[in-house]
T-cell receptor, first 112, second 111 residues
């Protein structure tokens, strides 16, 4: 039973395109929604995170859109670059410092 | 800079062997976690610890145990390794906030 469902599993875009990765959750007690980025041979690293009291958060070229009523959130990468090629994981948590529930991951390739 | 280190990058073990995976963090974090990562399944939590000698089961604890004798060190133990435990194992630590810091992972193959 996967509480956080992520799509698509893989994504290929051209440089400059805007890849969008979507996640849906079931547990309404979740109150923290991070995105992690993982390069080959490395552990995941926090990219950006949002709380449910806002509908959008931007950090550089990365934007999270959050729809509380639909229980969905998504990551948009503006002006994508080949260096953004990585696996992206969405996650959700309901307590600070407690367990994160991860989505299945999206393998993004940005072609030059 | 937070540093989480894992004892091995690659490990090959035989079925039935006892396997120890070690994780050390240098930031005095209270919380430590063990995950396994499998394609299409994301990261699944095996165990976590919020203090020395304290542990909680995650989503998939069967076949695993953990030990935390010192704050900086969290060990994952496979009592009798099986082929379905072939996976990437990731350790993470966090202070009492949401962000988790991950190690580079140990790719374990059980033959």
């Amino acid at each position: 039973q996967q509480q956080v469902k992520q799509s698509p599993q893989s994504l290929i875009v051209q440089k400059g395109g805007i890849p969008i990765i979507n996640c849906a959750y079931e547990n309404t007690a979740f109150d923290y929604f991070p995105w992690y980025q993982q390069f080959p041979g490395k552990g995941p690293a926090l990219l950006i995170a949002i709380r449910p009291d806002v509908s959008e958060k931007k950090e550089g070229r990365f934007t999270i859109s959050f729809n509380k009523s639909a229980k969905q959130f998504s990551l948009h990468i503006m002006d994508s670059q080949p260096g953004d090629s990585a696996t992206y994981f969405c996650a959700a948590s309901r307590d600070a410092g407690n367990m994160l529930t991860f989505g299945g991951g999206t393998r993004l390739m940005v072609k030059p | 800079d937070v540093k989480v280190t894992q004892s091995s990058r690659y490990l090959v073990k035989r079925t039935g062997e006892k396997v120890f995976l070690e994780c050390v963090q240098d930031m005095d974090h209270e919380n430590m976690f063990w995950y396994r990562q499998d394609p299409g399944l994301g990261l699944r939590l095996i165990y976590f610890s919020y203090d020395v000698k304290m542990k909680e089961k995650g989503d998939i604890p069967e076949g695993y145990s953990v030990s935390r004798e010192k704050k900086e060190r969290f060990s994952l133990i496979l009592e009798s390794a099986s082929t379905n435990q072939t996976s990437m194992y990731l350790c993470a630590s966090s202070p009492h906030t949401y962000e988790q810091y991950f190690g580079p992972g140990t790719r374990l193959t059980v033959t």
